[in-house]
C-alpha cells in the first residue's frame, strides 16, 4: 500500500515537472493522472489497488458513526427505565484477526457500539471477553454486527 | 451570516450537552462498574464530540477560520476514550470486583482462574 503511494507521489512530481507550474492545481492533476496510471498497471504491483483500500476505510468509519448514534440511544432507553430489567454480563467471542493493530481497533469499535465493551483479551489473541449490557436478548445480534466489524477491519488490511 | 452560524452551532452544541447529561445520570443509575462504563465510555464521547462540532462550524461560517485543533481534538478523544474504558474494566475485574446480580453469565471468570493457577505452580 505504502509502495503505491510513494508511486503516485512520483508521478504527481513528475506532472509538475513536466508542465513547468509548481501549484496545488498541477499537482492534483498529476495525482489523478498517477491513479488512473497505477489503475491500468495494477496487475504488476503487489496487493490490491490502494484507492479501494481507501474507500473500504471511509464506509468503515460512516459504518461506525451510524452505530455509535444508535449505540447512544440504546443507552437513554436503558437509563430511563424505571425498572431494571436487563441482564449484564460476560462473553467470549472468538476472532480471526492476527495483528495488535487490527485487535486494537476492533476492541475500540466494539466497545464504542450499541450495548457491548470490550473487557478482556486472551493471551493468545484468539478470543476477546466483552461485557454485554443484555445478554439474552441481542447475543445473536451483537455477534453480527462484530462479523460485520470484523469484515470491514479485514478489507481494509489486507 | 453569523445568525445560522449561531443557530447550528447552538444545535449542536446543545445535543451535546443533553448527551453528557444523560452520560452522568447513568453514572448515577446504573449498578455496577462495568454497566457504568458503558454509559461514561460511549454517551460521553458524543457528547465531547458533538460539542466540538458545533464549535468547529461555528467559527467556519461566522469567521471562515477553520481550526484544525478542534479536528485533533475530536480524533483523540476517539482514539483515547474506549482505551481507558477497556483498561479500567480490565483493572476493575482483576482486583475481583463483583458483577451485579442480575449478570447472566460469566465467561471470564474460568478464564482468570486457570490463568492465576498457571501463575502459582
Not at chain 1, 19 to 38: V, W
Not at chain 1, 87 to 107: Q, S, V
Not at chain 2, 51 to 64: D, Q
Request: proline share 3%.
Amino acid at each position: 500500500m505504502s509502495l503505491q503511494i510513494t508511486l503516485n507521489l512520483i508521478i504527481a512530481f513528475m506532472w509538475m515537472f513536466l508542465t513547468e507550474s509548481y501549484q496545488f492545481p498541477s499537482f492534483l492533476t498529476g495525482f489523478i493522472i498517477g491513479a488512473f496510471l497505477l489503475f491500468l498497471l495494477r496487475r504488476f504491483i503487489p496487493s490490491r489497488f490502494y484507492l479501494y483500500r481507501v474507500w473500504k476505510f471511509v464506509s468503515l468509519i460512516l459504518l461506525f458513526i451510524k452505530e455509535l448514534i444508535k449505540s447512544n440511544v440504546s443507552i437513554v432507553k436503558l437509563v430511563y427505565q424505571p425498572k431494571r430489567t436487563y441482564n449484564p454480563g460476560i462473553f467470549a467471542l472468538p476472532i480471526d484477526l492476527k495483528t495488535n493493530w487490527e485487535i486494537a481497533i476492533l476492541t475500540s469499535l466494539i466497545s464504542l457500539t450499541p450495548g457491548t465493551l470490550s473487557v478482556a483479551i486472551s493471551d493468545d489473541n484468539s478470543l476477546v471477553y466483552i461485557h454485554a449490557m443484555d445478554l439474552q436478548d441481542d447475543k445473536k445480534e451483537i455477534e453480527s454486527i462484530k462479523d460485520s466489524f470484523e469484515k470491514a477491519i479485514m478489507e481494509v488490511t489486507r | 451570516m453569523s445568525a445560522s452560524a449561531e443557530v447550528i452551532a447552538g444545535i449542536f452544541i446543545f445535543v451535546g450537552t443533553i448527551i453528557s447529561l444523560i452520560s452522568a445520570i447513568g453514572l448515577v443509575r446504573l449498578p455496577d462498574v462495568y454497566t457504568r462504563s458503558h454509559a461514561g465510555s460511549k454517551s460521553s464521547t458524543l457528547g465531547v464530540l458533538s460539542v466540538l462540532v458545533g464549535t468547529l462550524l461555528y467559527f467556519v461560517i461566522s469567521e471562515g477560520y477553520f481550526s484544525i485543533r478542534l479536528i485533533l481534538g475530536i480524533v483523540f478523544v476517539f482514539l483515547t476514550a474506549p482505551v481507558a474504558a477497556h483498561v479500567i474494566c480490565r483493572a476493575a475485574y482483576r482486583s475481583n470486583v463483583p458483577l451485579t446480580e442480575t449478570s447472566a453469565e460469566d465467561q471470564l471468570k474460568d478464564y482468570f482462574e486457570q490463568q492465576s493457577k498457571e501463575v502459582n505452580e
